[in-house]
């Protein structure tokens, strides 16, 4: 028989390769004063007048605390094998330390023994941002005693739920929480040092370390690892000072965390770089990187987008070399002397993010390159885009299945190529709370109506469906006789 454009495996994925997706929190979970939980620093940062669009915050999000069993349904109707979600640290430890709060615990159960009752892997993010609010006001991530603090919350959550997590994730890019919380202040707590963003950073290692000990002592067997929000990072042209800056902006967004976790140590221009903030790498006690460089099992990257960047002194060649306005100037890229440039012509989802699947091969080989043989899950991919419900009551979402069935060719290419990828979670399981940008943007497979909570699979969701139940990526909607899943055709 000669293979085809059409025959299935052309389009498919290795047995067993574990499809889901993923949500936060914070971002869905909403009922924020419900059964015990303490305020985290998202809430209060939330309501800070300025902090995000609109004035939005995750008070009401998607309602998923009161609607657990409508969302258990929906992740049936999917039929994907896993789900990924986050514990709130405050629902669980309402100021953060001390005895557990059975009421919060109590939800995380159920939502586990619903999702075993479907035959959905759970799998558990312990820290996606949500930090207890008495935390922050004792120091937050730039005092080492929110490390411990989060030793002892992961130990209460492994007892309580042990066996039945099927992977486990420490944290949820802590690139985000350290440069964005601590540096640029676009996050909660919104504070804007970069020496307390690089104490923030070291510490968010280290209790990353100290959870995946407590994990191997509570849970044997447990599977354990990290997400990182790791990204290519390429120069905007070859002149020296772009390469430099593409360097800085590499050290910063991923070696400051690829080299600690696999290596046990940072990158020398980065302890460079930062040697006069303060307090910065002072933190660093003796013995910490052993602690961060515990072997993990997994490894989970959240891929968006690769970034292109540029000397700041040279935004104006940049502009000439056909690139646009900077996109990412803020106080962590003013400190690196960097900017972020754009192709103006490049397709964009509505966070004005490139779309770019190869990007996503260029990173995983990459890493598997440098750090491999290494498993890997995507933890996060996915995007927003303009949804809107249509006059035959229906999201026609094209653009984001396009946009996944781009990144899926990417990961099948990534696979040809050696990488070892075990899974994939679609960001997300339905539109929430985008943190700074509110509810405006929607990255949902199902579209939520907000002032109803009523949910709404989107097209992208029944052709999501036919991925997970099938292992492959159906023909594209729309595409004549030759233009479908691959297979002897060239790449998409
Ligand atoms: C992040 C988080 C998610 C986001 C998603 C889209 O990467 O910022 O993990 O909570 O909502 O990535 O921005």
């Known amino acids: 028989m000669t293979s085809s454009a059409s025959s299935p495996a052309a389009s498919s994925f290795p047995h067993g390769f574990l499809w889901g997706t993923s949500t936060a929190s914070y971002q869905i979970e909403g009922a924020v004063g419900a059964d015990g939980r303490g305020p985290s620093i998202w809430d209060t940062f939330s309501h800070r007048p300025g902090a995000t669009h609109n004035g939005d915050t995750g008070d009401v999000a998607c309602d998923h605390y009161n609607r657990l069993d409508t969302d258990l349904e ?39 023994d619903g999702l075993h009752q479907r035959d959905i892997l759970p799998a558990l993010t312990l820290y996606h941002w949500d930090l207890p609010q008495p935390l ?20 209460v959550v492994a007892d309580a739920l042990g066996e039945s997590v099927g992977l486990w ?10 440069w964005q919380g601590y540096g640029s202040g ?11 963003a690089v104490a923030a950073n070291h510490h968010l290692l280290l209790a990353h370390g100290l959870g995946v000990d407590v994990l191997r002592t509570s849970v044997p067997g ?7 929000n790791v990204a290519p990072i390429r120069a905007a042209t070859d002149h020296p000072d772009d390469v430099r800056a593409a360097r800085l902006v590499d050290g910063n967004q991923n070696r400051l965390f690829t080299e600690p976790v696999f290596r046990g140590r940072y990158p020398e221009d980065m302890l460079e770089h930062y040697a006069s903030h303060s307090p910065g790498f002072s933190v660093v006690a003796d013995g ?8 993990i099992d997994f490894l989970g990257v959240n891929f968006y987008f690769p970034q292109v960047v540029a000397a700041a002194a040279r935004r104006r060649e940049a502009s000439g070399a056909g690139f646009g306005i900077p996109v990412a100037y803020n106080h962590v890229a003013e400190d690196l002397g960097v900017v972020g440039v754009f192709h103006p012509e490049a397709d964009r989802t509505a966070m004005d993010w490139e779309i770019d699947p190869a990007g996503l091969v260029e990173l995983l080989v990459g890493l598997h390159r440098e750090y491999g043989p290494v498993p890997m899950y995507i933890t996060e991919n996915g995007a927003a885009f303009s949804d809107y419900v249509g006059p035959d009551g229906a999201v026609h979402d094209r653009d984001r299945i396009a946009y996944l069935d781009g990144h899926l060719s990417a990961l099948r290419e990534s696979i040809a190529a050696g990488v070892d990828l075990r899974g994939y979670f679609v960001w997300s399981l339905m539109d929430n709370f985008e943190w700074a940008h509110g509810y405006h943007k929607r990255f949902g497979l199902t579209w939520i109506d907000y002032p109803t909570g009523t949910r709404l699979p989107k097209d992208s969701f029944f052709w999501y469906r036919q991925v997970v139940t099938t292992n492959a990526v159906p023909p594209l909607l729309g595409a004549g006789p030759g233009e479908g899943a691959g297979g002897d055709e060239p790449p998409r």
């Open 74 to 112: 929906l992740l049936s109707e999917l039929g994907a094998g896993s789900y990924r979600f986050s514990v709130a640290w405050p629902r669980v430890q309402p100021t953060g330390k001390g005895p557990a709060n059975p009421a919060g615990l109590d939800f995380y159960k159920r939502l586990v």
């Open 136 to 155: 922050e006001d004792a120091g937050g991530w730039t005092v080492r005693d929110t490390a411990e603090r989060f030793a002892d919350y992961a130990a």
């Open 169 to 178: 994730i420490t944290l949820n890019e802590p690139w985000c929480s350290a």
């Open 186 to 196: 676009s996050h909660a707590p919104g504070r804007r040092d970069i020496g307390a």
């Open 222 to 228: 447990a599977q354990v690892g990290v997400s990182l």
């Open 288 to 295: 910490d990187l052993e602690v961060i460089s515990r072997p």
